[in-house]
């Protein structure tokens, strides 16, 4: 998940500047470059960072006001005073607490998105189960029109409805049979939804939108109906988005 902070104070009498940025990444990777005279706070800085942030890179940037007539000041500074310590701490949490602001703005953006997504996937399993209810009729018409074709072309004439193999239809139609696919999705999205909800943690997410995924491919799969295989498609690219979107949720 992204993020900045940024914010500006005086320490000693001298203008010191934090920054704080975060870009997406699976896992919590920190960066820090500071002034030599603040580095005995930096277990301090981490601390305070972890306990708020769980997954990204993280950068952490301080920059201070060049004492005058030292070109080499950073190589000879003494470590700040404890009062300096308390003041240069006063500023990186301010800068801390505008970032977290800016996560939790971004965090929202994410979870609106997952929420369309999330109703967009609801939409189309809706679809996909009144394609398949009338599915048997579809194959049934694709079967008689077939079974006339050819009585056409050796000449016998059309072929009554009680003739048609209906044992092929029925074979047909259970090998194709999705129902049960059907009725995991609707569970697994509702499952999805009241987590989501709750601000579930977002690897449990993860594991459930990989059984989603898991289920629209065998859905695919079995389907021999081309209407049914479009959705399908929509369907997993709508989980995938919703899978790289939680890659940045904590």
Do not use: W
């Amino acid at each position: 998940m992204t993020g900045y902070g940024m914010e500006y104070g005086f320490v000693s009498g001298r203008k010191i500047v934090c920054i704080i940025k975060s870009y997406n990444s699976r896992f919590f990777e920190m960066f820090l470059d500071i002034p030599y005279e603040f580095s005995h706070v930096e277990p301090r800085i981490k601390m305070e960072i972890k306990k708020r942030v769980k997954r990204g890179k993280i950068e952490v940037i301080v920059r201070k006001e060049p004492e005058p007539r030292l070109k080499f000041f950073h190589l000879f500074s003494k470590k700040t005073s404890k009062g300096g310590e308390e003041e240069f701490f006063y500023i990186f949490l301010s800068c801390l607490q505008k970032f977290i602001d800016s996560r939790a703005e971004e965090g929202q953006r994410i979870k609106d998105d997952i929420k369309e997504r999330l109703e967009r996937l609801k939409e189309l399993t809706a679809e996909v189960e009144q394609l398949h209810k009338r599915f048997p009729q579809y194959v049934k018409s694709v079967l008689k029109e077939r079974v006339n074709q050819i009585a056409e072309e050796i000449g016998i004439g059309e072929i009554p409805d009680n003739i048609i193999d209906l044992a092929g239809v029925v074979h047909i139609v259970r090998k194709s049979d999705i129902s049960e696919e059907i009725t995991r999705i609707k569970s697994h999205l509702a499952s999805f939804e009241e987590e989501l909800q709750r601000e579930g943690d977002g690897k449990k997410l993860l594991f459930i939108s990989q059984e989603i995924l898991r289920e629209i491919n065998t859905l695919g799969s079995k389907s021999t109906d081309i209407n049914i295989i479009e959705k399908v498609i929509d369907m997993k690219l709508e989980i995938e988005r919703i899978r790289e979107q939680l890659y940045n949720v904590e």
